[in-house]
């Protein structure tokens, strides 16, 4: 398995620190609003590339956080007047449904930014130690940047420059600093928000040193692998690097891999542009298995264009490898035969190279998008060659291909089961579309089907209403 290092900007051979073992820290969002469709593509992808490596026979310890102390958590817990806490309790709550509609498997631990305080101290404690860090008067803790010698390194970034670019960028309150490049490992309190008590003065920790902390306490002070967006790369994860290797004395981080930016029709996401679409909104409108399909539909290194459109491609694609996986249930109900036949057996072949070839993709720096290219080969395969006749044998190994290699992929291939009001709203919808186009009588056959189902329709002023007979 080869894998792009955003560090070495080159792919390399992967081998884990243990055998048989992988340790991946994923940074998560800050909680302090629904998450955004940009905030699901890391989510998805590195979900994704966890399912592989479970599906590779490795014990992966996967670790992703939620930021729960934040300065757009206290402005967001301000305009609401309760405390901080509630705005992020809140909010955890809500992306964890959002990330399991995704079908997001659940980190094998979330830590909580405010629950590794003292975690966070005692890391800041021994980068003061190291001379890696000072206290200026205020009580903030601010990290020296040229203490560390591979600064830059990630991000490709040369200090002098950033020193250069900070100076300009300096805001009041900073004139303590040594250099403009430094950042704040801790920070006093404003009045009105959460704080803790430190030696350095009460406050909060900065932003950087909470993944640091995390990391080392539930992964160890070595991980194989780190990842996020690549918006995180500078200052984020530059600053973990920092922070992380100064305190130990070891390398962090064996791979440092990064997701490209989501655009909306072409352009950058932005609320002013009135192109900001929550994950809870595109699921208002689409099974949010269509947007995990259309997120691994293109190379994660790759820049994603996000448009109605192409979830409408993806909700279709998805519907194809869906009915051909019900073509085979009712196939396998009809089969009176266990053993395959010979031209079967030369299909099995092919059924195998194909998953041959689906693991090469995805041993590929996690090539999804040849990667599900190759699941609907099998879906050709079995559409053309699978019926009522064939082997039960043959049945069970295409609908056994497809299942494994979708579940690798995070996709599920059982059709959503509506509830019944979804069911009725769906055939209420279909009826007036019918008669829109004057097709009287598919709108007599569904309203026909309801009354079947008990539900009696009412056509009001106000549109259509229905009742249980």
Same mark, same amino acid.
């Given at each position: 398995?080869? $894998?792009?290092?955003?560090?070495?900007?080159?792919?390399?051979?992967?081998?884990?620190?243990?055998?048989?073992?992988?340790?991946? /820290?994923?940074?998560?969002?800050?909680?302090?609003?629904?998450?955004?469709?940009?905030?699901?593509?890391?989510?998805?992808?590195?979900?994704?590339?966890?399912? /592989?490596?479970?599906?590779?026979?490795?014990?992966?310890?996967?670790?992703?956080?939620?930021?729960?102390?934040?300065?757009?958590?206290?402005?967001?817990?301000? !305009?609401?007047?309760?405390?901080?806490?509630? $705005? %992020?309790?809140?909010?955890?709550?809500?992306?964890?449904?959002?990330?399991?509609?995704?079908?997001?498997?659940?980190?094998?631990?979330?830590?909580?930014?405010?629950?590794?305080?003292?975690?966070?101290?005692?890391? $800041?404690?021994?980068?003061?130690?190291?001379?890696?860090?000072?206290?200026?008067?205020?009580?903030?803790? @601010?990290?020296?940047?040229? %203490?560390?010698?591979?600064?830059?390194?990630? =991000?490709?970034?040369?200090?002098?420059?950033?020193?250069?670019?900070?100076?300009?960028?300096?805001?009041?309150?900073? !004139?303590?600093?040594?250099?403009?490049?430094?950042?704040?490992?801790?920070? &006093?309190?404003?009045?009105?928000?959460?704080?803790?008590?430190? &030696?350095? %003065?009460?406050?909060?920790?900065?932003?950087?040193?909470?993944?640091?902390?995390?990391?080392?306490?539930?992964?160890?002070?070595?991980?194989?692998?780190?990842?996020?967006?690549?918006?995180?790369?500078?200052?984020?994860?530059?600053?973990?690097?920092?922070?992380?290797?100064?305190?130990?004395?070891?390398?962090?981080?064996?791979?440092?891999?990064?997701?490209?930016?989501?655009? $909306?029709?072409?352009?950058?996401?932005?609320? =002013? *542009?009135?192109?900001?679409?929550?994950?809870?909104?595109?699921?208002?409108? /689409?099974?949010?298995?269509?947007?995990?399909?259309?997120?691994?539909?293109?190379? @994660?290194?790759? &820049?994603?264009?996000?448009?109605?459109?192409?979830?409408? =491609?993806?909700?279709?694609?998805?519907?194809?490898?869906?009915? =051909?996986?019900?073509?085979?249930?009712?196939? *396998?109900?009809?089969?009176?035969?266990?053993?395959?036949?010979?031209?079967?057996?030369?299909?099995?072949?092919?059924? *195998?190279?194909?998953?041959?070839?689906? !693991?090469?993709?995805?041993?590929?720096?996690?090539?999804?998008?040849?990667?599900?290219?190759?699941?609907?080969?099998?879906?050709?395969?079995?559409?053309?060659?699978?019926?009522?006749?064939?082997?039960?044998?043959?049945?069970?190994?295409?609908?056994?291909?497809?299942?494994?290699?979708?579940?690798?992929?995070?996709?599920?291939?059982?059709?959503?089961?509506?509830?019944?009001?979804?069911?009725?709203?769906?055939?209420?919808?279909?009826?007036?579309?019918?008669?829109?186009?004057?097709? @009287?009588?598919?709108?007599?056959?569904?309203?026909?089907?309801?009354? %079947?189902?008990?539900?009696?329709?009412?056509?009001?002023?106000?549109?259509?209403?229905?009742?249980?007979?």
């Amino acid at each position: 398995m080869r $894998i792009f290092n955003t560090f070495t900007r080159k792919k390399e051979e992967f081998v884990p620190l243990e055998e048989g073992k992988v340790k991946m /820290y994923v940074c998560g969002p800050t909680v302090y609003n629904l998450i955004h469709i940009g905030n699901a593509r890391p989510m998805i992808f590195f979900d994704t590339v966890r399912r /592989y490596f479970i599906y590779k026979g490795y014990d992966v310890n996967y670790v992703s956080n939620f930021t729960d102390v934040d300065d757009k958590i206290i402005n967001r817990a301000k !305009e609401e007047g309760v405390e901080s806490i509630v $705005i %992020s309790t809140r909010y955890i709550a809500e992306c964890k449904k959002d990330m399991a509609d995704m079908n997001i498997m659940p980190a094998t631990k979330h830590p909580l930014a405010t629950q590794e305080i003292d975690g966070m101290e005692d890391m $800041i404690k021994t980068l003061i130690e190291k001379k890696h860090a000072y206290v200026a008067k205020d009580g903030t803790v @601010y990290f020296d940047v040229e %203490s560390f010698k591979d600064y830059g390194r990630l =991000s490709n970034k040369n200090i002098d420059e950033l020193q250069s670019g900070f100076r300009e960028l300096q805001v009041t309150g900073e !004139e303590s600093k040594k250099s403009p490049a430094d950042f704040v490992l801790w920070k &006093p309190k404003k009045e009105g928000e959460p704080y803790w008590d430190s &030696p350095w %003065s009460k406050g909060r920790p900065g932003w950087h040193i909470e993944c640091s902390v995390m990391s080392r306490k539930y992964l160890g002070v070595q991980i194989d692998i780190h990842g996020g967006g690549e918006d995180l790369i500078f200052p984020h994860h530059e600053n973990e690097i920092a922070q992380s290797e100064s305190s130990s004395g070891m390398k962090f981080a064996n791979f440092w891999m990064h997701n490209a930016f989501l655009n $909306i029709d072409n352009k950058k996401m932005s609320k =002013s *542009l009135g192109n900001f679409f929550t994950v809870r909104q595109i699921g208002e409108k /689409y099974d949010l298995q269509a947007l995990r399909f259309f997120m691994l539909s293109a190379h @994660y290194r790759n &820049p994603l264009n996000f448009s109605m459109d192409l979830m409408e =491609s993806s909700k279709n694609a998805l519907d194809r490898i869906i009915t =051909s996986v019900e073509r085979l249930d009712e196939f *396998l109900l009809q089969s009176s035969r266990d053993a395959a036949d010979d031209m079967e057996k030369q299909n099995l072949d092919r059924l *195998l190279k194909l998953k041959n070839k689906f !693991e090469v993709f995805m041993d590929d720096d996690f090539n999804t998008a040849d990667a599900i290219s190759t699941v609907f080969e099998i879906v050709r395969l079995a559409n053309s060659t699978a019926d009522e006749n064939s082997s039960k044998e043959y049945i069970n190994a295409l609908h056994e291909a497809i299942d494994t290699l979708c579940n690798v992929l995070g996709i599920i291939t059982k059709r959503k089961q509506l509830s019944i009001d979804e069911e009725v709203e769906a055939l209420i919808e279909k009826r007036q579309e019918a008669r829109k186009n004057k097709d @009287y009588k598919q709108a007599d056959e569904i309203r026909n089907r309801l009354l %079947s189902m008990g539900i009696v329709l009412e056509d009001t002023r106000e549109g259509v209403k229905w009742k249980k007979a």
